[in-house]
């Protein structure tokens, strides 16, 4: 059947879009002016993810833009057809949306090249379903997506056995345990997203497969201000934002009044509690507490029974003050005493109140009312099986029957009192938060611990008796069946429910609460996640590194997945923002290498025209790029003159360029690959790939290769462009969303390097994920060795190597780091074993922030060069950009008559005393930097950190005087200054454009100024 017969409901659409195509494929070149401006604006954030088959058809490719465009989705769109994905990705890059909002796979529709449960719509013809089960099309969607195949709409229903996460602690118990049973080891990231990071505070609760994230009011960095104050809500299986709207300012969120339902989320502040459609984000409906009853209209407290709404209420509280921030850099906020977090004042503090009551959800009117004498302190109230247990600071705790309304105990004794004790004297980084509840229950104990407890107390739910006390009550717990789980911030341990210590666990590092699932326990290990996973008697202490649990929500489990929220602080992570991760199941991590696949046939392959080699005067000057900078290989003469300008791609970044005889070339965040003339900047050829590329392309026997985020390595003649072969890395063709795009669960993202015919290359984000790396044949794609066992390399912990940055070659190993426990990852060219000693660590140490997932933080390169004469250039830049050490010419190293070199102590001790010979005042930061001939070429920015102004100069090595110096129209991408052998520079721009200058054929009237 004719796809075209098959979808009239699109041809309306794809008329509308041949008339849009004359508009968006004249976008305006866009670029980042600062690192700090991370383009976290919601509404250039895609809403959505949806599946277009049936790109044969000029309706259906024409459908796939109008949805993306219209709807402001990502887009993925699969096909058999080579020919249909090249005029889809051609089509998608004239609109200005390849790489950006579409996507496009080539392969069999048999198995479609998603995640599990990402999609939220898929519209295809009937003719597909010749190709694509209806079970692979349920796999792709989440629930409560829909396919539309011809005339017939599908939807997914939800699985059996997922919980929410209704509450801010899972349920009006405050026991932060999750019953999902589908949430079970092991895990498999599903999505990175925005927001990337968080103010504080933060509160999360799930339900109905969406997450929906309050933040609060204090930004400890620039990057925080723009959710200040702002509701999020999230689909919980893409990581997409469905909607947003602002929060009442002046009121503190950190509080069990925001509760999530599949239709509705009811959140509470100082004036009413506002039922907002969970669906579209609008108020439907508004409960006010009734004049009279309380001392006033403010939500202290909420919970969610049997359809009944309970709450406390009370008098107006300390206001908080919204505090924007202008400091730089990812995080690392101050701890501090902020406005109200000192409980001074019953009256007016956080949460505390004296009326309780209870409200129909139907029909919203009031049940009962119950006022208190004394203060109540919401931090110290929960709720179970219609009983709500409260506790007035120093005076009672007691427990009311919300079906009889009466207070069934009340105990005032100072034997339990007395265990209790005062409050203590919490917001610290040791203690945790002021603001954090410390009751929570089960049906027969109500346990005491949290930050601002001296003691642990349990107490029986019968009657308020006291059952145990232990000291150091700042423990976060785990009610389970099985036992009492904590973190404390020593040491952690399992308990029985008598209080008896039955087995040690690792401690947690400072604040962060613990949370549970049906098979583990997370919480902060020190930096990443503690992953305590308990299988029947069995407990195993597991290291989640890339991330760890944010301040205040922890690990939530909900729907199914697990989420880890934005982040708030500038620990050592490798992955920061909205991540969330689901059950792998019986997904194989190591079925094996794939066969490469063949673009050409065997005699194109033997037959590639010759080509001048990749190892003079290019980008990092030869295939085993020594490094971030480069050193050149050819004489420099001074340049000053722009020879031309190319305009790669309408937005987004180039990678850095590869510059051989009468060729540049280039790969882009959009997945396209360039060859550009070098002596005109006219575009030679122009292929695809199915993902984006973040790093330079490499050329070795006249084929030019690239690695891609689709997961794939790719081969390409390189006079021609003519594609030779495609080399899958990872297990499986996995796509998910990161950071508003899609990339592969195993992307290419630090490129691949070439030595004697070999082809290498790694794959992977995260450990958990497994990490992949292997060497090709350079000619077929032909796997020489294959490693597919880095992402564990502690049976212990089940951490080990993330791959996050570019690929080298140095002293026979194949290098790049390896993420925050691994700070370089090392295999043995020939063979491919991994070769560092990697001692069992649970925890992480070494930050990152790796330039494809985070361009906006890892923009500069850092420059170490001795020269001869002992002399050295160094520039050092801070992972995150915030700091720069200024480029210098230091003197040689002086040793001692008998020393040498070899002690660690000794060079730490003799580098910290080199005296400079000269160094850059203006301090500028460089995003490439060439060492050439007796000159340091540099593209960088000078000025203010937060609003540089990019420029390309030359200085004399010798004594640091600027030979000439030029501005730019955007900064450098991230290594992205290349020069070429045949005298130009070439250079790579954050504005999609690529730049080319030429030898002076003029004198200099004078210089730029002086460095010394």
Known sequence: MNADHCCRRWICVACWFASLLLVTSHCAAVSIASPYDVPEQPDAWPRGLAVVLGIESNAFRAAALALAHERDVLVFCQTPSAAAADEMRNAADAAGMLGTRVFVAHGPLARLGLADNLAGE????????????????LRVLHPEGTAVIGDRTIVKPFPEGIDAWSHPHHGPDNNPLSRDRQARVPYMTQFLGFPLFSPMPEVTVAAGGRIFRAHGHIAMRRNQNVVLNTLFCVNGYNGQIIWRRPLHKGFMIHRNTIIATPDALFLGDDVSCKLIDARTGAPTREIAIPPGISDGPVWKWMALEGGVLYALAGAAEVQVDTLASTNLGIGQWPWGMWKGHDYKDPARNFGFGRTFAAFDTTTLKLLWHRREDDYIDSRGVCMRNGRIYYYAPRQYIACLDVRTRTQLWKRADE?????????????????????????????????????????????????????????????????????????????????????????????????????????????????????????????????????????????????????????????????????????????????????????????????????????????????????EAGVASTPFT???????????????????????????????????????????????????????????????????????ADGCVYAFEAASGRPLWRFRVGPAGRMIPVYGTLMSTWPVSGGVVAKDGVVYAAAGIAHYDGTYVCALDAATGAVKWYNDSSGVMSEEFRNGVSLQGPLRIEDGSLCFEGGSVCPTARFDLATGEFINTLPPRFGSLHPTAYAAYYPWYDQYVSLDHTFDDGTTLDYEALYDGSYHAPLSLLKPITLAPGQTMGSRLVWWTQASKREIIWQDKRKARYNGLVVANGAVIGAGQAGPLDNGEPFIAACRIADGQTLWEQPLPAPAVKGGLAAGDDGRLYMSLSNGQLLAFEPERRRLSGTVGDLR
């Not at 019968?462 to 232990?470: K, P």
């Not at 305009?647 to 550009?676: K, N, W, Y």
């Not at 070795?700 to 690695?707: D, M």
Request: glycine share 12%; with cysteine; hydrophobic share 40%.
């Open 122 to 137: 898929i519209v295809a013809p009937p003719c597909v379903t010749q190709d694509v089960a209806e079970a692979e099309l």
């Open 415 to 627: 034997e339990i009192l007395g265990a209790i004790g005062p409050d203590r004297r919490a917001q610290n980084p040791r203690e945790g938060f002021a603001t954090q509840t410390y009751v929570k229950c089960d049906d027969d104990c109500l346990f005491f611990a949290g930050p601002q407890r001296s003691n642990i107390v349990a107490l029986a739910t019968r009657d308020g008796s006291l059952l145990w006390q232990q000291r150091d009550g700042n423990r976060l717990l785990v009610l389970r069946d099985d036992g009492i789980y904590y973190a404390g911030a020593g040491r952690g341990a399992k308990m029985d429910y008598q209080g008896n210590e039955l087995e040690v666990l690792p401690g947690r590092r400072s604040c962060t609460r613990a949370t549970g699932s049906i098979d583990s326990l997370f919480y902060r290990a020190p930096e990443g996640t503690a992953h305590i996973v308990i299988d029947g008697g069995t407990i195993r202490t597991q290291h989640i590194a890339p991330m760890r649990p944010s301040c205040q929500d922890g690990v939530i489990i909900a729907g199914g997945m697990l989420y880890w929220s934005p982040w708030m602080c500038a620990c050592w992570l490798s992955l920061y923002g909205s991540v969330g991760a689901g059950p792998a199941g019986a997904f194989d991590f190591h079925p094996g290498p794939a066969s490469p696949e063949m673009l050409a046939d065997s005699a194109a392959l033997s037959s590639v025209k010759a080509f001048p080699d990749d190892d003079s005067g290019s980008y990092l000057p030869d295939a085993a790029r020594a490094g």
């Open 638 to 708: 001074g340049l000053c003159a722009r020879a031309w300008s190319f305009q790669a791609l309408h937005s987004g970044r180039p990678t850095p360029p590869l510059a051989a005889v009468g060729l540049v070339f280039i790969g882009d965040e959009h997945g396209a690959v360039h060859a550009i003339d070098a002596a005109s900047g006219t575009s030679v050829w122009k292929r695809f790939t199915g993902g984006a590329i973040f790093a330079a392309p490499v050329l070795s026997a006249g084929r030019l290769f690239v690695g891609s």
